[in-house]
Every structure is written in structure tokens, then in C-alpha cells.
């Protein structure tokens, strides 16, 4: 039995492009389409379109995690659930997660499940109310998150079989506060355009990715996002690590010529994001690698200057003092628990529960 694309009863979250609603692209991290079904097959059918680096899609079936390597280029059925796998009398109800691990190293079309010829799809619980958002970059991806190995040290060498956006903090952040994720984040990433590591060697920044869907010049044109397919209640922006490179000029000179060019770009930017978003709670900080904290007094000085209650910069305890490779999940999972209680004491509109209420009174 096969299950299209866009077929009601499956559930997709992300910022996807649905030009054509029978086969999505999957773009950024984080995003991901959900089933509940019956029966003990799976399979999913989707197209790879690869930059650089090996690609695997997630999944999440019945609480247990695999990773599904993908062509570099070209079709492919992914066998999720096979019969031989299912022990004797095992459940005949099973739900399954199918993720973009990765960032923009790819982009994948879905085309829909394949299931058992007597297989059904059956209702699933409802999204979460609440909705997050992230603009970052590797380390909001998780990239190299599963490198368990190297915690606090230096990458490992890696053709992207360590990335995993299931361990990255923002999407662990979420999950800590009952939130769907739109993960903006690409690694190498900075503000502006011509600095980072990202598109090597044309650089291009978070101001020129923000507002798209595709965005990576090496996979086609980019193409603008439709803000009113999802608006969130709280937006982190997670970027100033990458902007160091090629030069730390922020480092060298905070009040030099590039440093306040710098701050005028990210005060801009963060009105964009208001304009887009216009009662989000909005929390600046940068992460845990390593870097100058320069960077943060400039975040936290244009913080300053915007006036504006709903836009807040947090500083983590190890900020930029806890690793000089990326956050492995160990890592992650610190940095989320103490962003989810910041935020968790925010005035977010719309988040307080009844549980939460009571407490109060």
C-alpha cells in the first residue's frame, strides 16, 4: 500500500518546500515527516540531491533511532521496517519520525511510505501548540553531534556521518519544552555575506539565508519562504562564531570600523525577524565552542540598544569557553537544559498551561 506524500494523515514539520505537494524537499535540519500505521513494513521513497559530504536521513521508529545513508545523487526506497526484523507476536502498531539529519550539504524530495499490502495509516496526536524557531549555524545543526568520543576536543575527520540534528540543543530545547522546530541552521554560517566558512569561496551569511527555502547556490536557485506557513513564539539566534573567519576583527578592534558595521548588520537583522515576527520572544546568544567573548558583548550591546522586552540575550555558563571542536551530545544536552529554563521563565504568549497557573497561584 502506498502512502503519498501528501496524504492528510501524515504530519510534517520544517521549513519545506511543497511547490510540489507529491514530492516535498526536505532542506534544513530538523525537518522531518511522521506516520502511525499498521503492519511490519516500511519503506520511504525519496530522491537525494548532494553537495558535499555523505548524506543519511533519520529515523525514529518505535523509540529507537537508525541512521539510512542515501546516494549521492538519484532515487532511492528506504527499507524503514521489515517483517524479519519484528520479533514473534511483536506489536502491529508502530509509529515512525523520518528526519533530516543534516543541513544544506543536501536536499532530499519524499515521495511517500510504502506500507504492507494490508497495512493502514492511522491517526496521529496533534502537533504541539507551541512553536520554536532557530537561526544558527553547525552547531545549532548538530553537526558532528555523535562524535561521543571526542568530547571537549577537536573534530574527529568526518564526511558527515557524525551530524545528527536529533542531538543538536535545538532541537533537544524543543523537545524539553513541548515544541515543534523550524531549524534554520547551516554550518560555517555567519551574519554577512563574504565572511564564515560557508560557500567557501563566495561566503554566504545568514542575511541572505533567513528568508529562504533553498538557499544553496550548488543544489539550484534559492527561493523565498512564505512567513505565514508557520510563525513561532520563540526565536533563538544563534549566530557571531563563524563571522571570526577569515579575520577576528571583533577580537582584534570591538570598537573598530568592522566591529560596528557588524552591529549595525545585526540590529537589522533582528528588526527584520521582529517585523517577520511581530510578538515572538526572541533570545540572542552564540553556544558553548570556543570563541572571543567580544562577540557577546557586541550581541549584548545591541540588545541594549533595541529597547524591545521580547528581545533578550542569554549567556550560557561555559559560554565559548567548553570546546574547540562541535558540541557532541553531552554537550548539547547542557547547553538545552539551561536554555529551556531560561526560556521556560520567559513571558511567552499563549505558553502558560493550567498546570502552570496553579502553580503560580
Not at 53 to 74: K, M, S, T
Not at 118 to 127: F, H, K, S, T, V
Not at 221 to 247: C, L
Amino acid at each position: 500500500m502506498f502512502i503519498d506524500a501528501d496524504h492528510p494523515q501524515l504530519q510534517y514539520s520544517g521549513r519545506i518546500d511543497a511547490t510540489d505537494p507529491k514530492a516535498p524537499v526536505f532542506v534544513f535540519p530538523c525537518t522531518s515527516v511522521r506516520i502511525r500505521f499498521t503492519g511490519p513494513v516500511l519503506k520511504a521513497h525519496v530522491q537525494n540531491f548532494g553537495a558535499y559530504w555523505d548524506h543519511y536521513l533519520g529515523l525514529i521508529l518505535d523509540g529507537v533511532q537508525a541512521a539510512f545513508r542515501l546516494p549521492q545523487e538519484g532515487k532511492a526506497v528506504l527499507e524503514l521496517l521489515q517483517e524479519k526484523d519484528l520479533p514473534a507476536g511483536g506489536q502491529n502498531v508502530h509509529e515512525a519520525l523520518l528526519f533530516k539529519r543534516q543541513d544544506a550539504c543536501h536536499e532530499v524530495a519524499f515521495f511517500g511510505f510504502e506500507l504492507a499490502e494490508d497495512g493502514q495509516i492511522l491517526e496521529l496526536e496533534e502537533a504541539p501548540a507551541r512553536r520554536m524557531e532557530v537561526y544558527g549555524d553547525s552547531v545549532s545543526a548538530g553537526e558532528v553531534s555523535e562524535a561521543v568520543g571526542y568530547v571537549g576536543k577537536e573534530d574527529p575527520q568526518h564526511n558527515g556521518e557524525y551530524s545528527n540534528s536529533w542531538y543538536s540543543y535545538a532541537w533537544m530545547t524543543a523537545r524539553k519544552l513541548g515544541a515543534q522546530i523550524h531549524d534554520i541552521a547551516q554550518g560555517g554560517i555567519a551574519l554577512m555575506d563574504h565572511t564564515g566558512w560557508f560557500c567557501d569561496p563566495h561566503f554566504i551569511g545568514m542575511e541572505s539565508v533567513w528568508d529562504k527555502v533553498h538557499y544553496n547556490p550548488q543544489l539550484g536557485k534559492a527561493t523565498e519562504w512564505d512567513f505565514a506557513k508557520y510563525t513561532p513564539d520563540v526565536v533563538v539566534v544563534a549566530v557571531g562564531q563563524n563571522d571570526s573567519h577569515p579575520f577576528d576583527y571583533m577580537k582584534q578592534d570591538a570598537e573598530g570600523e568592522q566591529a560596528e558595521t557588524w552591529r549595525r548588520h545585526y540590529k537589522a537583522f533582528l528588526q527584520k525577524i521582529r517585523s517577520a515576527y511581530k510578538d515572538a520572544q526572541i533570545v540572542c546568544c552564540t553556544t558553548l565552542l570556543e570563541h572571543d567573548s567580544s562577540w557577546d558583548a557586541s550581541i549584548g550591546r545591541v540588545c541594549r540598544e533595541l529597547a524591545d522586552d521580547k528581545i533578550t540575550h542569554y549567556t550560557f555558563r561555559r559560554n565559548g569557553k567548553a570546546t574547540p571542536g562541535h558540541l557532541r551530545i553531552p554537550e548539547a544536552e547542557e547547553m538545552a537544559e539551561e536554555l529551556a529554563a531560561y526560556i521556560r521563565k520567559l513571558p511567552v504568549t499563549g505558553w502558560e498551561t493550567e498546570i502552570d497557573r496553579r502553580v503560580k497561584s
